[in-house]
């Protein structure tokens, strides 16, 4: 997604704290780079029949040592048929997708389009990481409209809006109250009767006290949630940003998060990063380190340990796994992404994490490859784009699957942000804008605006709960589904 900005940062020291909460009034407007979302020339994704045209939960399984030899020998010899060299190849896909990214003539386009063992070609596209201006468009209030009572939207699953959902009329009840209660044992009605016109009176038949009522039931006692998460309260020394106390924290440790973004400052003291499972899925370049910052500003939203010093993130303490796609310009594709899916398809676990901050044009591949390790029970927050356009165009915001939320972003009033991407695929809106985060070269600072900020919030809440709650609805959205406002509560 266009924007995914990075503002410039500053360190934060105990005299300076007060103009930096001044500074996050502020609203920055996102310049959009040029290159995002264009086609790269002459570039294009082939996928394979075997193991990607059934794109289904039922093939998210790490591929064997006989499956993956098989692919790498298909690819090797395709690539030799059509004569592709090996610096024509961008990508490798080994699992869910499997397949290739290269460089193309259109020879061997046309060849490859023809082959009975390709699925299809699509063309890959660059995803930029654009670093934002700033204004101060902010506004106190509302926006002019009635802020709806605090709603609770606590939804399993994805929280999808329909786009034929009206506000539900209260339904009858299912078990008619009765008006009378009927005694257990009625008194009949007529006299039993008598063998004789005695006019001695009958001993009349005992009345039976009324049956005490039955005491009422009990109200059920509150359900507790679903997903329990640790409460925790910063050390003394943690900032605790307005968004974060806004959104709701909570103790992530344990918790696995996948960021597929520019990498990580692993040097960070305030990010617990697992260096044995991340990767950089850029060819020839193998470093996991955050030369551009985005990622390491998503990271700390996410999980900053709650150790005293720095900032505490919605889930704190929570592991980070890097997949890095982005190089230290914020240049990026869309082979890079479906290589990093591919990656947590085979290696992550249901329950786990997955925060995409990023996007580009439409990517059926892409798109698949979300919906299949959504089917594995991993959870997705995909920010919506900061176009300020209907998203129901881009890949991976488009997806509509269970487990799969796309964010837009809000600003602290809770008003929908000017540049934020809208419409139907939109699950959840979050802050995202003028936030504070995790920094490279240590400490935390502004990061800036966009829906990459408000993503990793709604990340950090799949992480502690399993599943996303609400408070209310944002202000101003452009569509015709206000989104709710994503909440730990």
Request: include cysteine; charged fraction near 20%; glycine fraction near 10%.
């Amino acid at each position: 997604m266009s924007g995914l900005a990075l503002a410039s940062v500053f360190t934060l020291s105990s005299c300076q704290k007060e103009d930096f909460m001044e500074e996050q009034f502020q609203t920055d407007s996102v310049q959009i780079n040029a290159q995002h979302g264009q086609a790269i020339p002459g570039q294009y994704i082939v996928v394979f029949k075997k193991g990607s045209s059934n794109l289904t939960s039922t093939h998210v399984n790490a591929m064997t040592i006989a499956g993956r030899a098989a692919t790498v020998a298909l690819r090797e010899r395709m690539l030799l048929a059509t004569g592709i060299t090996s610096d024509a190849v961008q990508q490798t896909f080994e699992g869910n997708v499997n397949g290739f990214a290269a460089r193309l003539t259109k020879d061997q386009l046309t060849q490859l389009r023809k082959n009975p063992e390709v699925a299809y070609v699509e063309q890959d596209r660059i995803i930029m990481l654009a670093k934002p201006g700033t204004d101060n468009t902010t506004t106190k209030g509302n926006s002019g409209k009635t802020k709806d009572e605090k709603t609770d939207h606590k939804t399993k699953g994805n929280g999808k809006k329909n786009t034929t959902e009206p506000t539900p009329e209260e339904p009858a009840p299912s078990e008619p109250a009765p008006t009378e209660p009927t005694p257990t044992d009625p008194t009949p009605t007529e006299p039993a009767p008598v063998e004789s016109t005695d006019p001695t009176p009958t001993e009349p038949t005992p009345t039976e006290p009324s049956p005490e009522p039955e005491p009422e039931p009990e109200p059920e006692p509150e359900q507790p949630a679903s997903n329990p998460y640790t409460i925790i309260t910063p050390l003394p020394g943690e900032t605790l940003p307005w968004h974060i106390a806004m959104n709701g924290y909570g103790d992530g440790t344990g918790k696995t998060v996948w960021v597929i973004d520019s990498g990580i400052d692993t040097d960070h003291p305030d990010l617990n990063v697992d260096l044995q499972r991340s990767a950089s899925m850029i060819y020839g370049d193998a470093s996991i380190e955050d030369g551009f910052g985005h990622g390491t500003n998503v990271a700390g939203i996410i999980a900053a340990k709650n150790n005293g010093s720095g900032m505490v993130g919605v889930a704190a303490n929570a592991t980070i796994v890097a997949l890095r796609v982005f190089d230290n310009t914020g240049y990026g594709t869309v082979s890079r992404a479906i290589s990093a899916v591919n990656y947590v398809i085979n290696t992550g676990k249901p329950g786990d994490v997955v925060n995409m901050s990023l996007g580009s044009g439409i990517s059926s591949t892409l798109d698949n490859a979300v919906i299949t390790a959504a089917g594995k029970g991993i959870l997705f927050a995909i920010a919506a784009g900061n176009s300020a356009t209907d998203c129901s165009v881009n890949s991976p915001a488009r997806v509509n699957a269970t487990g799969v939320y796309t964010v837009s972003a809000m600003d602290r009033y809770q008003n929908f942000w000017s540049s934020s991407n809208y419409g139907a695929p939109v699950d959840y809106t979050a802050p995202g804008v003028s936030v504070t985060s995790t920094r490279i070269g240590g400490g935390i600072g502004s990061s800036g605006s966009g829906t990459s900020f408000a993503a990793p919030h709604v990340a950090g809440i799949l992480l502690l709960r399993g599943e996303v709650f609400s408070q209310g609805i944002v202000n101003g959205d452009k569509d015709s589904w206000p989104d709710p406002i994503a909440s730990v509560e």
